[in-house]
Every structure is written in structure tokens, then in C-alpha cells.
């Protein structure tokens, strides 16, 4: 495929997908969904933001010395400071690279950045050039380009380029541009900037009015050869363009765009899920490519079209973005073989023994309770499994019981080992899963506010697992809980402990929501 035939998927999953308030993630974390990209084959990893925090910085390390079919790239505002945590970060890389941005709305460089537009370009200048001496691939984003003044982003632009940027990237950054406006931007600088074709041309679109993909789409068309986007859409606000809806537009329209992605599509499904899995953000039913309804057909004259002939009513084959049509039944008599030769069909890695041990115990004894496994039931336990191990679990769940009868007030009973230590608490609550959250609150002197409470079916079936995210809130700081469990009341409460722990055991990360592209 040549460079002009050639699409860069520039993946933000693990920096402004974990913008979302709530989608914070461990380090662990991060190298996991870094490996999943990497399987996915994205070209390029955008890990963190290395000045934001000592522990976002040694996130984009880690993936910088675990990765090596991807670029790693680490973000950086136009100051020395930024500049050099981000090429520090990056180092270990096979290959990597520094996107660095500024602000060139008026509104941001006048009430943000209190800055004349020379000021800026100066900035801007200096920061390539200081990128360019650390790393040589280096990306430079006028942040609020869509509200930018057309001149000026010319300017701020052409400066970059012969500073040493080899990508320039276009952010819609606050989502207010229509497809038609954006796309006539890109040709606008396209044909007005001197030195352009010393430079690829890159947009990243948020989705505030719902046109992320195709503001991104119809750049394409006018010559972009990167996309900035993120697994399932997760990013600030109303997130970002969705990587699985760019790539397999692409794919399926390959009358109507002049290119296409290295992407390996069949990952898609998998690395949704995992995603998803960690950061708790539930993927809606009907969501385009990897939402459960994606490929369902329930109309009668639907079904009937699609067993005449499958493409009737489908555009796209639902095996290959990764979901199966045959599947191997898995229960309480499959050996550890079958588990893990499963998972690994699944995209689930494990990085040692240990984590193999865990998981098909917890395999183990959920198939006591349920009689048949499904492909979701083993991305969640996979999930689990490893957290409980890489996670500092200062608190855990011993026992459990809860009385809940009609005309009564529910009391949870509750044991939990904090720190070594068995403490035992009973409390009355409003509903059983309220009962269960005072009585260890009582013991934990939590002090946290419960901002959200979701439950949602990993399977189907009176047998199916139910899966609870809890998000808490306290000093600023926001978390998200998982657990799993066949009764919902014990997932709860797993849940509840799993953002608990997060809270006691991590000082947290500075978000700089204010500054992202």
C-alpha cells in the first residue's frame, strides 16, 4: 500500500479516551489495551500525557518499552518542561514520537493562554524544534483549529512545518464543526500552505453534535492521511471519532474513499471489550460495528432476507470485525487447554502463569453456577482475574449475606478483610444493594460520593452474570469499580470494594481537560 493509498490510524484510546471522567487507568491497564492496539496493528499509540502526573508518565514509559509493531507517542504542551517528560517518556520506544499542541482560536489564545498571536507562533515554533532535537517524528496540533481563524492556522502552520514537523493534525477540538465546513478547511490549508507536502495531514473530531466520523470521513476525502480516534468513541465530553466506524467505512466503501487502514480487523470486537471491560464505559446495544444489536436481525422480514442471502440486510460480515458464528461450549468440565486455547481465540493474554491460575479458577467455579460460558463471561472473569492480582487489594470481600423480604427493610451482613485484618458490620438500607453499601461504608469510613451506579447482563439467560459499575468521588478524584458475579447484590458489593480499593491504594492523576486536543 503507498503513503497516498495509505490511512495512519493514530489510536488516543489510553490519552483522551481516559480523559472521560471516570476512565482513569493503572499502568497495567494501559500496557493490556496497548498490547490489544498492537494486535489490532494501529500504527500509532498515543499512551499519555507524560507531564500530567509521575504516574501517567511512567504509563507512556511502560508501553514505550512493552510495544514494538506500533509507534508510541507521548503529548506535550508547547513548553520546555512538557517537551522533554515527553521525550524522556518515550525513549525505551522502537519508534515513537512527540505531538505537541497550542491553542489559535481567539478565544483561547485571549481568555486561556493570554497570549498575542506572535506569542503563540513563537511557542509553537519552539516547541517542534525542541520536540525535533529529542525524537525524529514529531506532530504538531493548533488546538481549537476548527474555530481557528483560517490565516492565522496558515501561519501557525507553515512555521511548523519548516520547524521540523512531519504531521500536522487539525482538532476539531470542541466538536462545533459540520462536515462540509471541515472538509473545506483541510482543502482550504491544504492549498494555502507553502511547504504542505513536507507534512502528513492529520484531524482528530470530537463528537459534541454527533459528526465525529464523518467530519474525519470527509477529511479524508480532501487529502488527510491520519485519523486521530479511539476504541468504542470513549474520550471527553462526548467523546472522539470511533477507530472500528472509521476503519470498516473504510473498508466496506472502498468505492468511495481513495484509501484504506493496516488495521486487522478481526480485533476489533475483542479490544472493544476490553476496553470497555476496564474502564467500565458499557458499549450501547445499537452501537455501529461492536454494539451486541450490531449484526441482530429481529424483523421477520429481515431474518428472512438474511438466511435467503446474507446481504440483504448486511453490508459488513460480522466474523470479520470478530464476532463468531461457531463457538466452542465451554462449562465445569473443559480443562485448562481448552481456557486458555478459548481466550487466546479471544485476544485474551495473560502475561504469566500466575494470571493463567486465577482466571481459570474463577472459570472454575463460575461454571458451578452457570451451566454454559459465554465469550463475555470470559473477557469479564480475564479482566477481573488479572486486576485482583496487579491491583493492590487493601480491601477485599470474605462473606456476604443479605435478608430481603417484602414489607421489610433489607439488612446486609458483611465481612471484609482490611488490611490482614476480618472486620464484620451489619446495616438496613432502602434495597438490599443499598444495605450492603452502608454496611461497609460503616467499616471503611469511605467519605465518598456515588456518582454512578450501572448494571448491565454480560450474557442472556436467568443463569447470565450481571455486571455492576460503580464510579466514586471524593476529593476530586473519580474512580470506577467492576464486578461480576451471577447474584447482583455479591456483584455489587464487589464493585463497590474494587473503586474503594482504587480510592485507598492510588494518589491519582491530574486529567488536563482544559489543555487536551
Not at 482513569?24 to 500525557?49: N, Q, W, Y
Not at 470530537?206 to 464523518?214: E, K, P, W
Not at 476525502?221 to 480516534?229: D, I, L, S
Not at 424483523?299 to 442471502?309: A, F, P, R, T, Y
Amino acid at each position: 500500500m503507498s503513503d497516498a493509498d495509505r490511512l495512519i490510524i493514530f489510536d488516543t484510546t489510553l490519552r483522551d479516551g481516559e480523559q472521560s471522567p471516570g476512565a482513569s487507568m493503572t499502568r497495567e491497564e494501559k500496557i493490556r489495551i496497548a498490547r490489544a492496539l498492537e494486535r489490532l496493528r494501529v500504527d500509532i499509540i498515543e499512551a499519555g500525557f507524560p507531564a500530567a502526573s509521575n504516574g501517567d508518565f511512567e504509563a507512556v514509559k511502560a508501553v514505550a518499552e512493552t510495544i514494538k509493531g506500533s509507534r508510541v507517542c507521548g503529548l506535550a504542551r508547547a513548553n520546555e518542561k512538557d517537551i522533554d517528560r515527553a521525550g524522556e517518556a518515550i525513549k525505551p520506544a522502537a519508534a515513537g514520537r512527540i505531538h505537541t499542541f497550542i491553542a489559535t482560536s481567539p478565544v483561547h489564545m485571549e481568555k486561556k493562554l493570554q497570549l498575542s498571536p506572535d506569542e503563540v507562533v513563537e511557542r509553537a515554533v519552539m516547541a517542534v524544534k525542541r520536540a525535533r532535537n529529542l525524537c525524529d517524528d514529531v506532530e504538531f496540533s493548533p488546538e481549537d483549529a476548527g474555530r481557528s481563524e483560517p490565516d492565522f492556522l496558515c501561519r501557525i502552520i507553515e512555521a511548523a512545518i519548516a520547524a521540523g514537523a512531519g504531521t500536522i493534525n487539525i482538532p476539531d477540538t470542541v466538536g462545533y464543526n459540520m462536515p462540509r465546513q471541515f472538509a473545506g478547511l483541510i482543502r482550504e490549508l491544504r492549498e494555502r500552505v507553502p511547504n504542505s507536502d513536507q507534512a502528513v495531514w492529520s484531524v482528530h473530531c470530537h463528537n459534541d453534535l454527533g459528526v465525529a466520523v464523518a467530519n474525519s470521513l470527509a477529511a479524508v476525502r480532501e487529502g488527510a492521511r491520519q485519523v486521530e480516534c479511539t476504541i468504542n468513541g470513549l474520550g471527553e465530553r462526548a467523546g472522539n471519532a470511533a477507530l472500528e466506524e472509521i476503519v470498516m467505512a473504510l473498508r466496506t466503501r472502498r468505492d468511495d474513499f481513495p484509501c484504506d487502514t493496516r488495521i486487522e480487523t478481526r480485533e476489533i470486537l475483542p479490544t472493544s471489550r476490553l476496553v470497555s471491560n476496564i474502564t467500565g464505559f458499557q458499549v450501547q446495544p445499537n452501537k455501529a460495528i461492536v454494539g451486541v444489536n450490531a449484526f441482530a436481525h429481529e424483523s421477520g422480514i429481515h431474518q428472512d432476507g438474511v438466511l435467503k442471502h446474507r446481504e440483504t440486510y448486511e453490508i459488513m460480515r460480522a466474523e470479520d470485525v470478530g464476532w463468531g458464528t461457531n463457538r466452542m461450549v465451554l462449562g465445569k468440565h473443559s480443562g485448562r487447554n481448552a481456557f486458555r486455547s478459548r481466550c487466546e481465540e479471544l485476544g485474551i493474554a495473560f502475561d504469566t502463569a500466575e494470571q493463567l491460575n486465577e482466571a481459570f479458577q474463577r472459570f472454575k467455579e463460575l461454571a458451578d453456577k452457570k451451566h454454559e460460558i459465554f465469550d463475555e463471561d470470559l473477557q469479564a472473569l480475564a479482566t477481573e482475574a488479572v486486576a485482583a492480582l496487579e491491583e493492590e487489594q487493601s480491601v477485599s470481600l470474605v462473606a456476604f449475606r443479605c435478608c430481603s423480604e417484602t414489607g421489610e427493610t433489607p439488612v446486609a451482613d458483611v465481612t471484609l478483610k482490611v488490611d490482614g485484618e476480618e472486620k464484620k458490620s451489619s446495616a438496613a438500607g432502602d434495597g438490599p444493594v443499598d444495605a450492603a453499601f452502608k454496611a461497609i461504608d460503616s467499616l471503611l469510613e469511605v467519605r465518598a460520593e456515588l456518582l454512578l451506579y450501572s448494571v448491565n447482563n454480560i450474557t442472556t439467560g436467568t443463569d447470565a452474570q450481571g455486571e455492576v459499575t460503580v464510579r466514586l468521588e471524593r476529593g476530586g478524584r473519580v474512580v470506577n469499580g467492576q464486578g461480576s458475579d451471577t447474584d447482583i447484590v455479591i456483584a455489587s458489593a464487589k464493585a463497590y470494594l474494587n473503586a474503594l480499593n482504587r480510592l485507598r491504594t492510588s494518589a491519582g492523576r491530574t486529567h488536563p481537560q482544559a489543555e487536551g486536543v
